[in-house]
């Protein structure tokens, strides 16, 4: 059974940076691609971050484009999401996920994290 165990996380005023990190186990683990998403209070997940297991490609939404980075240690099979220059709006829950293709869609993934609380203060 695939599990993805998240860490990080936090508070941090706005302007500052955090990093999640997203750990991959188990032997049936073969997703092709990985994500990010977040849920805020009363809003459905969103897609922002996504890559390439095999080759390093990166996706990302335009709401979060040239703040956050993904990336991936394929030694430890973990993700990562570098944010920076955070704003009050980037306020929600994160998810990591797993899944066969590169995809925006929140159900189209097979395996998620357990999420971890991002809170960003003016």
């Known amino acids: 059974q695939v599990q993805l165990v998240q860490s990080g996380g936090g508070l941090v005023q706005a302007g500052g940076s955090l990093r999640l990190s997203c750990a991959a186990s188990?032997?049936?683990?073969?997703?092709?691609?990985m994500a990010w998403f977040r849920q805020a209070p009363g809003k459905e997940r969103e897609f922002q971050a996504g890559?390439?297991?095999?080759?390093?490609?990166?996706f990302y939404a335009d709401s979060v484009k040239g703040r956050f980075i993904v990336s991936r240690d394929l030694a430890k099979n973990t993700i990562y999401l570098q944010m920076n220059s955070l704003k009050p709006e980037d306020t929600a829950v994160y998810y990591c996920?797993?899944?066969?293709?590169?995809?925006?869609?929140?159900?189209?993934?097979?395996?998620w994290g357990p999420g971890t609380q991002v809170t960003v203060s003016s």
């Open positions: 996920a797993s899944g066969a293709q590169m995809t925006v869609t929140a159900p189209e993934y097979d395996h």
């Open positions: 188990g032997r049936s683990f073969s997703a092709n691609f």
């Open positions: 890559i390439s297991w095999s080759s390093g490609w990166t």
